[in-house]
């Protein structure tokens, strides 16, 4: 039996094809993590493609192409005729405009600059330890006051004002807590009208308020999900109407558990008055 014989002209091909496939891949998984984080943040799905493409782009490769799920996304890279397609999961959808609009700039930079994959994940890194944040008691305070302005506007007397502000933001911390233990966001929704509306009805309530039942569904108006409602609505006239749909559905589900809180809330002052 005759062995043909294996020239360097025969090995270098595809010891090409292989560094090629590891630097698309390394390409691919930059990308994504880019991605991930702007749908965390709460980024639109038009806005997360183009950010994956940008970056892609940025590093090298020559075409692009993206999916975008509500949990996870996936990328397909290529230079030439050699694609590599890789995916990864997608966290809890949060809001955090500031580290969004961060990642933007980060993104329209790195296409004009260029740079590697390895650098991009340490910039990455970089970027979600050093993007600055208000302070939680800071947050927890203006969120009371809102919840408080909102109730002023719904016809709350000024009796109801003190509590409101109270309630709104013990729940903000209470939501935060839960959040960082880890707590479904659907359960941790229920949890936190129960205990918002509790704090603000019964507050106005002892405080003589003629409108404690106003002061009871202000208290809980921080849960709304404004942001994911209109991304979801914009993500379908976009053309993504199935992660506009999720998003929707999603929303839905947190209203849904916020309406529980709020109506176990309301059911303990009937009972106790």
């Not at 709104?168 to 839960?178: H, K, N, S």
Request: net charge neutral; hydrophobic share 50%; charged share 15%.
């Amino acid at each position: 039996m005759i062995v043909p014989e294996v020239t360097a002209d025969d090995v270098d091909p595809i010891l090409s094809v292989a560094a090629r496939h590891r630097e698309l891949e390394q390409i691919a998984n930059a990308a994504l993590h880019l991605g991930r984080l702007m749908m965390e943040c709460g980024a639109r799905i038009g806005v997360v493609r183009e950010g994956i493409r940008l970056v892609a782009l940025g590093l090298g490769a020559e075409s692009v192409g993206v999916r975008c799920g509500y949990a996870s996304i996936a990328a397909t890279v290529g230079i030439g005729s050699i694609t590599v397609t890789r995916m990864t999961e997608v966290g809890r959808h949060g809001v955090d405009h500031r580290l969004d609009l961060v990642l933007r700039r980060f993104a329209l930079e790195l296409r004009e600059t260029g740079g590697t994959a390895a650098g991009l994940q340490a910039d990455l890194h970089r970027l979600v330890r050093e993007t600055p944040h208000h302070s939680p008691w800071f947050v927890a305070l203006a969120t009371g006051l809102a919840c408080a302005a909102f109730g002023r506007l719904l016809g709350m007397d000024w009796a109801g004002f003190a509590p409101v502000l109270l309630a709104g933001a013990v729940g903000q911390l209470g939501r935060r807590m839960l959040l960082r233990r880890g707590m479904n966001h659907y359960v941790m929704a229920a949890i936190v009208a129960f205990l918002a509306g509790s704090i603000g009805g019964w507050g106005a309530e002892i405080l003589g308020s003629g409108s404690s039942e106003i002061a009871l569904t202000a208290s809980t108006l921080l849960l709304v999900p404004g942001v994911p409602a209109t991304n979801a609505q914009m993500d379908i006239m976009e053309g993504y109407p199935t992660v506009g749909s999720a998003r929707a559905v999603a929303v839905a589900m947190i209203m849904v558990f916020a309406t529980a809180g709020i109506w176990c809330a309301d059911a303990l002052m009937s009972t106790l008055v």
